[in-house]
């Protein structure tokens, strides 16, 4: 009963507020380890905990959802309390197993469940401009975290984390139920009234699309592409986290004043969302492969 811009805004918005995790974290450390006395390794462990279940939650939302199990818009608000829950308890456990409990397994489980419903969400109701429509779910969990990272970042070393955990667990809560209460994915071969699919298919610059739905077991098996695409994201995601987690804690490290640690991780982010966003427009112009190789 709605048009398709509100349902993509809704989707933004929990995926935006649940980026914090992931783009907020590393500017949190230096906080974390003077507040909670905790060593870099025990500061950064949640985060690895966090990054590796996110990951390997990617399937799991789409499959409860095709066997009837777990509707998208529950799988958002349920998500995004787990967010909350693990915002919280980073902010307020001084032990690191609790925190990497709490952040690592439930925040990576909230996450994986607004992030990939959301994809899913998203790519069922926009065939048409799937490519440019996945890349703005993209942008918004990188960019949803640009507005915080000045104040993680600037914040004295010294300060109680427990009062501003609190508001942005409650402020994750809030921005995620938003967004995801009432949510509903489209029918099966769905496509939007007064588009020609074919037209879509053979525009200039579009990639073929796929003769047929594969499950994950056939994609794997049909050639190399599975196999260089799953390569590709991983080594380029290693590089992207890697720079996330490490880059606050080794400029204050070096000395940096505040101000520039402030500056390099909010460019960051900026640059990550926006690099998304351009990306996913060019490979819709160009071509995927033509982009990637780019």
């Known amino acids: 009963g709605a048009p398709r811009s509100v349902l993509l805004a809704r989707a933004l918005l929990a995926v935006a507020a649940v980026g914090v995790l992931q783009f907020g974290y590393g500017a949190a450390v230096p906080l974390l380890t003077a507040a909670h006395g905790w060593s870099p390794a025990q500061a950064l462990t949640p ?6 279940v996110q990951g390997c ?21 349920a998500g995004a309390a787990l967010c909350a829950v693990a915002v919280y308890t980073v902010g307020h456990t001084t032990d690191p197993l609790t925190a990497v409990a709490g952040y690592g397994l439930l925040g ?5 469940l607004v992030y990939h419903s959301c994809v899913d969400l998203v790519g069922g109701w926009f065939p048409d401009r799937h490519t440019v429509r996945l890349g703005a779910v993209g942008g918004a969990f990188a960019l949803g975290s640009v507005p915080l990272l000045p104040a993680l970042a600037l914040g004295p070393p010294s300060g109680d984390p427990g009062t501003a955990a609190t508001v942005l667990a409650v402020a994750v809560l809030v ?18 009234p ?16 796929a003769a047929r739905d594969f499950t994950a077991g056939q994609a794997w098996a049909s050639g ?10 991983a080594l380029s995601g290693t590089v992207g986290l890697f720079t996330l987690v490490v880059l606050p804690p080794v400029l204050s490290g070096l000395g940096r004043d505040p101000t520039q640690v402030a500056v390099a991780v909010t460019a960051f982010a900026v ?21 990637l190789t780019v």
Do not use: N
């Open 224 to 233: 190399r592409s599975l196999h260089a695409l799953h390569a590709i994201v």
């Open 57 to 77: 939650f990617a399937p799991v939302p789409r499959l409860l959802r095709t066997r009837g199990l777990l509707h998208p818009g529950t799988a958002i608000c």
């Open 47 to 52: 985060f690895l905990a966090w990054a590796l």
């Open 108 to 112: 990576g489980v909230g996450a994986g």
């Open 175 to 192: 921005l995620g139920v938003a967004g995801g209460a009432g949510q509903r994915g489209a029918p099966a071969c769905w496509w939007p």
């Open 271 to 291: 640059g990550s969302g926006v690099g998304r966003l351009a990306a996913s427009g060019a490979a819709e112009r160009a071509g995927r492969r033509r982009t």
């Open 194 to 209: 007064g588009s020609d699919p074919r037209a879509a298919a053979l525009r200039r610059g579009a990639d073929p699309p």
